[in-house]
């Protein structure tokens, strides 16, 4: 029997959790990984620090207890030691291509359960291209270019159930579910594509009408994004707009109580207080 997992909603990044080490690591779209303690996490242990976009996904590996990798909208992963309390690498997978485009975001991130080093998947918003990396026991990772798989669109989801098999959900009726088996040796990786009739779960589930209703329910990552906007120039724009491009002459408003007939309000000048 199969032990499978994957997910056809994203999940939403206002609240992602992950128990590790006894700690709760929850993110939001403020940039910042929290580490709470448990079972008391209005007691905050730690911030970390570094990201400069929302966090998209957090994931602890299993071989590897006191880490936790976090997926950014800035484009890039972190992997973070939640016992030495520190930064142990960073990873960029996209760049921003023009200065009017954004940064493609990481939505998400599969860890391999049984290898070391650990196998890494990474999707990025937008992308029909899975890239792939090692992460080492150090931290550290590498890139794994010739084991990066080929998707026909961007997929909704992936995941690694606990035999390693990468499981890929897709907006396409045709193959809505696909299924990879991964190998590594000696730092080799490879993937290799499983058919109907090399895994019965997949036949079993291969089907549009489980996931259909997802169609039309992905997540608006640019919703989470900053945006920037000049409060100045809107400013300027609503004051002339009341005032005139011209704006009001030297003693207009004087002039307009002459003419309504009122007097000019008088002016008093008090005398100072005499010193005790």
Known sequence: MYTHCFVTFPPSPIMIKVLCKGLVITCDRDEKVRASNYPNCYNIDRFYLGHTDFISVLRCPKQFSAMVLSGSGDGSFKVWDVEQRRLLHT???????????????????????????????????????????LLYESGHTTPCPEANIILSQPPWS???????????????????LECYALSVNVGQCQFTKLFHEDSPVLGALCKWDIFKGAVGNEMDWNSLRKQAFDNVEMYMAQKDERMGKKGPSPGGALEQVEEDGAKPPKIVKLDPLPES
């Open 91 to 133: 990873e960029v997978c996209a760049v921003q291509e023009g200065e009017e485009e954004d940064v493609k975001a990481v939505t998400q991130l599969a860890l391999s359960h049984t290898t070391i080093p650990v196998m890494v998947v990474v999707a990025l918003e937008e992308s029909p291209e899975l890239l792939t990396y």
């Open 158 to 176: 992936c995941a690694f159930d606990w035999s390693d098999r990468l499981w890929v959900t897709l907006p396409c009726e045709t193959h809505p």
